[in-house]
């Protein structure tokens, strides 16, 4: 009784203060309007603020959420991105069953959250976070943050829940003043072992390795990172990757309306964002420069040369820097049944790599590396293994069913064995198990 009281009390003082014009309130209850022009809410830091409004040089009106206190109307979430309203009758209202609904010209819905609880105590909050919630007494019912646009804001989630069959994935906008949904997007694929993959329309532009557990293959990792920090989760409900703050620095990802994706960081001191970084970190970021079977090097001209036991599918394009056929084996392989015996394949090791694309793997994550390779040699479809994790000296195990895509020399403690005729290892043999070289 003592709890509806507080609430109750709680919905009044919220009337008052939007009946009488103030705007500083983060939260509406059941079957309160905010309406264009007229009210916004702001979280309770006043970081972030909610309402309509027009990018650019448009005068089409959507709802959306924008940074207040610093940047003032850099925006970082849309809701009705793809249904914009022509006149400022724009009207948010939240129903006693907890979905939120934009409407224009008093009755056409044009968006809707889709979100119902069981009772009519209901509240919609926009948080210190930048995250827009429906709460159904103390449970979350529905939040911004599982609709991602072309914001990534700390505590956001890239990845799918399998639980409800939705994928989290950056979106870009159409243009600077269009926000619907443009030719770009970020996505963190569950396909084999889960890596983000960057896309314009349907062509696959680059990717990050898979997490390793110290960050992502193919990117940069900032051991010691005072400003943030960044945690993988997979099990059976979920597959995601997030960042958190450590401090109080503000920052966000952008994946722009041109198909760039920037860390930006607020400098207080000159009240503007600076690059903190870039995804495409060089050209051997683009997606299988070098084909398959083929290993992109940035410090080497030309960058792209064949794995050991291969040569160019195509001597007369590869000549001539098309490098996207690839390289094929020198010698057919010999797929033994792991006896040891003298004729059967081997593996080449190569050190510290970005690991191929991973959408066709074979993974087992407590596996250790010696039975990753006896994995590998009893499968004859296996072109290559390495550790998932390579923390510690490595654990889990990747195997590689299909041609090796992407491949790129790069700094970082990670190596792949590779599948190639045992004539092709010119006299030694590298064992994985004892660290080893074997005269064969």
């Not at 019912?141 to 646009?149: A, C, E, N, T």
């Not at 110290?214 to 997030?242: A, C, R």
């Not at 160019?312 to 590869?318: A, G, H, I, R, Y």
């Not at 299909?402 to 403690?413: A, F, G, I, K």
Request: neutral net charge; proline residues 4%.
């Amino acid at each position: 009784m003592e709890h509806q009281s507080v609430h109750i009390l709680l919905v009044f003082l919220a009337l008052i203060m939007l009946s009488s014009g103030c705007s500083a309130v983060d939260t509406i209850s059941a079957n309160q309007e905010i309406n264009d022009g007229k009210a916004t809410l702001v979280s309770k830091g006043e970081m972030f603020e909610l309402g309509f409004f027009s990018p650019g040089k448009s005068k089409n009106r959507y709802l959306g959420i924008w940074y207040k206190k610093i940047s003032y109307g850099t925006v970082v979430w849309v809701a009705n991105r793809e249904t914009p309203i022509a006149d400022t009758s724009g009207m948010l209202k939240l129903s006693r069953q907890g979905n939120l609904v934009i409407s224009s010209g008093g009755n056409s819905v044009v968006w809707s959250s889709n979100s119902t609880g069981n009772n009519s105590v209901v509240v919609a909050q926009l948080l210190e976070s930048g995250n827009r919630v429906v709460w159904n007494r103390n449970k979350m019912i529905w939040q911004s943050f599982d609709y991602p646009g072309d914001t990534f804001l700390p505590g956001m989630k890239l990845g799918k829940d399998l639980v409800r069959g939705m994928q989290w994935c950056m979106t870009s906008w159409k243009s600077p003043d269009d926000p619907s949904t443009g030719l770009y997007r970020n996505i963190h694929d569950t396909n084999g072992y889960p890596q983000t993959l960057r896309f314009q329309g349907e062509i696959l532009q680059g990717r990050h390795g898979p997490w390793n557990g110290l960050g992502f293959g193919g990117f940069p990792i900032e051991e010691g990172n005072q400003i943030y920090s960044t945690d993988f989760v997979m099990n059976e409900k979920e597959i995601y990757y997030k960042y958190e703050l450590k401090s109080s620095v503000v920052q966000r990802v952008v994946l722009t309306w041109d198909g760039k994706t920037l860390v930006l960081q607020w400098i207080e001191r000159i009240k503007d964002w600076m690059l903190y970084s870039t995804a495409d970190v060089d050209t051997c970021d683009r997606f299988s420069l070098c084909g398959p079977f083929g290993i992109c090097s940035i410090n080497k001209h030309p960058p792209c040369t064949c794995m050991q036991g291969f040569e160019p599918k195509n001597p007369e394009q590869w000549e001539a820097s098309d490098w996207a056929g690839g390289c094929i084996r020198k010698k057919p392989l010999h797929c033994g049944n792991g006896s040891g015996d003298g004729d059967e394949d081997g593996f080449w090791k190569i050190a510290r790599v970005k690991v191929p694309d991973t959408r066709r793997v074979w993974y087992n994550v407590s596996m250790t590396l010696g039975e990753c390779e006896m994995a590998c040699k009893r499968n004859c479809s296996c072109a290559g293994y390495t550790s998932s994790d390579i923390r510690n000296g490595g654990s889990g195990c990747l195997l590689w069913l299909d041609e090796l895509l992407d491949t790129r020399e790069y700094d970082v403690d990670q190596d792949i064995y590779v599948r190639i005729a045992a004539s092709e290892l010119k006299g030694t043999r590298f064992s994985s198990k004892n660290g080893l070289f074997l005269w064969v």
